[in-house]
């Protein structure tokens, strides 16, 4: 593909990339987030509609965006909270959507309608934190019991996943998967220490007085950071995605000098560009014509994205929220879609997914995050500011 497809479809994508604040503004009754019209812009603009542009035209740069919305995600994780009783319900959480997708998907298969047990059982236990992030900051819901809960389920619904492709999806085998798994978390380990060096004080001097300046110091660095873990991730046979987000993870522990304006550079550059031009890619790579063919596809993988892996959450949390804040963990919990995107690609290279079931994930991915976090929000808005606190049981840890 030449450079002149590929600017012009960066020009389409960046059109729609700054038209969608303005149109959620004017939608903002309904409460439409950034990413719903992001989604559907993309639709509009891709190949099966509007012919603007096509996915592979923007594919590394989505990539990218894929890269910085995990890499923001772990970021925003505070791995105190597992060793409190958010972090434990969270992997309570899990472990009961597992085991309920395990039932729900060998019941499909039992009955002819799906052909890859394990990427649709993976699947169903998803949640999508980093699409959430930007929704959940915009709305002001990460303070309070709410946020505190809710960052170490999405956490756990996305790397355990993950986990779960390396190990039962990777080419090389099962044992193979095991062991780059191991041996990324142990690199990430290793790259967590690497910057006590950065403390001997000529070193620190550079850095501090380049963080600002024209250099970027800690900028570079986290970017260089990045897309080591990602090469690093795909050279292991791993999803990218793990290692972007252990290289959020890791940020968190080791980040230099003035960390409040590392994190709006990072905004800046992640939500300023490459996120959005990962969200207007999903809506472009959607596959319209087969979820027409069974919409009655979709429509069930969206409902048991709410089943199995949101009503897990309402009740677990009954001893910790109250019922409108368990109603809102149930909906951001179910919240699914770049890890089904990674599930789809995945079982339809090895040829296991139907594809008519690899469209019906993406597609019910898609409506879980136009429907779900704006249901969230409302019912967050419906709230009197004043009230919020008599709602909220004590915290339990």
Known sequence: ??????????????????????????????????????????????????????????????????????????????????????????IAGWTVSAVLSIGVTGALAAAGLVNAFVPVALALTTTALGTLLPILRDNDMLDGPLGRFIMPAGAVGEFLP??????????????????????????????????????????????????????????RLTLMLLFGLLVLASDVGLDVVLGAFLAGVILR?????????LEEKLDAVGYGFFI????????????????????????????????????????????????RQRVQMMLLTATSLPLLVALATVGLDTGHMLPENAAALIGAGVLSVMFFPGLAVALDRSTPQRHRGDEEPPDRR
Not at 285 to 290: E, I, N, P
Not at 301 to 312: E, Q, T
């Open 1 to 90: 593909m030449d450079v002149e497809t590929q600017l012009q479809a960066l020009l389409v994508v960046s059109v729609v990339s700054v038209a969608a604040p303005f149109v959620s503004a004017l939608l903002a009754r309904l409460l439409v987030p950034q990413v719903v019209v992001l989604i559907a812009g993309g639709v509009l603009i891709g190949p099966q509609v509007g012919g603007l542009a096509e996915p592979e035209s923007v594919e590394l740069v989505a990539n990218v965006g894929l890269g910085f919305l995990f890499l923001l995600a772990g970021y925003e994780l505070e791995l105190d909270h597992f060793r409190e009783r958010s972090g434990r319900l969270a």
């Open 253 to 261: 522990h080791w980040a230099p000098g003035d960390v409040a304006a």
């Open 162 to 219: 993950i986990a779960g492709i390396a190990i039962f999806l990777g080419s090389e085998g099962r044992l193979v998967g095991l062991i780059s798994l191991v041996a990324m978390c142990a690199v990430a380990l290793v790259l967590a220490w690497l910057p006590r060096l950065g403390r001997l004080p000529r070193i620190e001097a550079i850095s501090r007085k380049g963080e600002h300046a024209t250099s970027q110091i800690t900028l």
């Open 276 to 323: 959005p031009v990962f969200f207007v890619s999903s809506g472009m790579s959607l596959d319209l014509a087969s979820i027409r063919e069974a919409p009655l596809r979709l429509v069930a993988f969206f409902v048991l994205l709410l089943a199995v892996r949101g009503l897990p959450s309402f009740v677990l949390y009954r001893r910790d929220l109250a019922v």
